[in-house]
């Protein structure tokens, strides 16, 4: 490098200066470290948080203040095992800055302490030593170790030059400080002139700034001439199709992103800018579309949709006209003549009506539209119905069949359309038409097969016997009120006179009739009548039952019996 030497006054740019140089010099003075023994001390803070005081330090000669208590946050407590954290005051290269920051340990049965950070990218100080026991909740003085007077981990600032006084080293330090921070903040507001290493830091000369070119035209050729990869000129004359161009009397290509350039580009009286490697110029803008390339788009408002905006022809900005149906469905009707039915459900795109106005249809057969109606389409599904409408079904199952309800061997569906049942019903039936009421129909063992029964219904069948009599019962269904009784015996006395056929011993006898049933003899009486309107007892030889409704006495001359007697009525 040879000489190098400052820091002197800037006459018109040539003293440049930058903060490493800065940074070289101090760090060439002073050791890094703590300024001061009371400066950033730690305490703790509350919960797993510390506070770092106020205080100055040099890293590598570079200046870090913190001018109020600094909260720094320390990770949770490992549940089982210990660990060491520090904290490092860390100069960054690439964040450029200087700043605490809290190195978590890892977590042992004998932790040991994080080792600083010292590389390219960064080089760390370390202030403090915090051991976080198992299970801490909280930071304690205990817990912390101060390793600032440790020259390995930090140290204290101190003049690397036996007797030359700190304080004189200081002030010039600092007024060295002021110089190129006024600098610096000259540059930063515009005021100081740019830096070589700020505009051109690869020595790229004219080819890093916009060159003025001088441009002119004559008849179908701009002429450009000038120097530098980078330039700029005036517009001297409005472009036209088939204008050329030429670079110091070299004829050369010309563009305009992926365009060759035109006149949306070169407009006259404007300044454009433009780059040049010896073979082409190009041209900054591009990225749009040239009226070349819009001359080539043909789209009419009516092909689009009503109210977007597009470009198409030219650089006037349109609007399409296209209605936008959206999701409407349109019915149609069945077309005259045809087994055809016309529907408006079109797919999304562009329709339009011919010369007479006929609207778009698309057609498709009748038999491939479904004739249900929705309360039989199952719920969740559609279909196209007759009209050319798309219908949603709305038809639940809801059986409750279970397979021992239904026919072995058939099968069905309950309430899940996608699940097919089959039954297993068997019929075991035994009855035969006999057995069965007339009128009823059964099935035993065939469910295709139904018979009829052809037992009587005798409902309240019903009769009186005769004493000593028996009826068949008819066979049937019987209700069971029905009923069987036999007549009742009824005691009535009764009497005759039964007279003799002839005086002597001609018997008499008197039949009381076939309806009635003698049961027995109560009293016989006999009494005689000479015919003088008197009487007198008479003889009776025998008094007999002829049979169930005949009696039969013999008597002396003259005589007639009395007889009482009880009978059944039959």
């Known amino acids: 490098m040879g000489e190098w030497s400052g820091f002197f006054p800037s006459s018109g740019g040539d003293r440049k200066y930058k903060t490493a140089h800065i940074a070289a010099i101090t760090d060439a003075l002073f050791h890094s470290g703590v300024c001061q023994n009371d400066d950033l001390t730690l305490a703790p803070a509350g919960a797993m948080t510390a506070a770092l005081g106020a205080g100055r330090a040099l890293v590598n000669g570079y200046h870090y203040q913190n001018d109020s208590p600094l909260t720094l946050t320390f990770g949770y407590a490992d549940g089982t095992l210990a660990r060491i954290d520090a904290v490092m005051l860390r100069r960054d290269v690439n964040s450029r800055d200087i700043h605490a920051v809290v190195v978590p340990g890892t977590p042992a049965i004998n932790p040991t302490a994080p080792a600083c950070t010292r590389d390219a990218d960064a080089y760390d100080l370390c202030l403090y030593h915090v051991r976080i026991p198992a299970g801490a909740t909280a930071i304690t003085a205990s ?3 101060d390793r600032r007077a440790d020259a390995d981990l930090c140290g204290y600032v101190y003049c690397k030059f036996a007797g030359i006084g700190t304080s004189v080293m200081q002030a010039a330090v600092d007024e060295m400080i002021s110089a190129v ?12 002139v740019m830096t070589k290493a700020q505009y051109d830091p690869n020595g790229s000369g004219v080819d890093v700034t916009a060159q003025i070119y001088k441009c002119t035209k004559s008849g179908k050729v701009y002429a450009l001439t000038g120097h530098g990869g980078f330039g700029r000129f ?26 060759v350039v035109d006149g949306d580009t070169i407009v006259a009286g ?14 900054s803008g591009g990225g749009g579309l040239s009226l070349g390339k819009l001359a080539q788009a043909t789209a009419k408002p009516g092909q689009v949709l009503a109210g977007v905006p597009y470009y198409a022809g030219n650089k006037t900005l349109k609007k399409g006209t296209m209605p936008d149906r959206g999701q409407n469905q349109y019915g149609g009707s069945v077309e005259a003549g045809t087994d055809y039915i016309a529907i408006r459900d079109l797919p999304e795109g562009y329709y339009h009506t011919d010369d007479a106005k006929n609207a778009p249809e698309a057609r498709a057969k009748m038999t491939e539209f ?12 559609t279909m196209t119905s007759k009209e050319g409408l798309r219908i949603g079904g709305t038809l639940i199952l809801s059986g409750n069949a279970d397979t021992s309800d239904v026919l072995s061997g058939k099968e069905f569906y309950t309430t899940d359309p996608k699940t097919k049942k089959r039954g297993t019903l068997a019929l075991s039936g035994s009855a035969t038409a006999a057995d069965v009421l007339a009128g009823k129909t059964f099935y035993n063992t065939d469910a295709k097969s139904k018979q009829g029964g052809r037992m009587a ?14 009826i068949a019962v008819p066979p049937g269904k019987h209700s069971g009120n029905g009923v069987v009784r036999a007549r009742g015996v009824v005691f009535s006395d009764f009497s005759s006179i039964i007279r003799s056929a002839a005086q002597g ?22 009494h005689h009548y000479p015919g003088d309107g008197t009487s007198d007892p008479g003889e009776m030889w025998a008094i007999w039952l002829e049979n169930s409704h005949t009696i039969g006495v013999s008597t002396n001359n003259g005589t007639h019996p009395y007889i009482t007697y009880n009978y059944v009525q039959l």
């Open 270 to 283: 404007r300044w454009v800018l433009f780059s040049y490697d010896g073979t082409q110029l190009n041209f």
């Open 457 to 470: 219904d005798n409902g309240d069948w019903g009769t009186t016997l005769a004493p000593g009599g028996a």
């Open 505 to 526: 011993f001609a018997p008499g006898k008197t039949d009381i009739g076939a309806d009635k049933y003698i049961l027995g003899i109560t009293n016989a009486d006999m």
């Open 143 to 145: 817990m912390i170790t």
């Open 370 to 381: 479904g004739t249900a109606g929705k309360d039989e389409l199952m719920a969740g599904y």
């Open 181 to 192: 921070s006024s600098e610096l903040n000259q540059l930063n507001a515009g005021t100081a």
């Open 234 to 259: 005036k517009v001297p004359a409005a472009w036209a199709s088939g204008d050329t161009w030429t670079v110091n009397g070299k004829s050369v290509p010309a563009y305009c992103g992926a365009d």
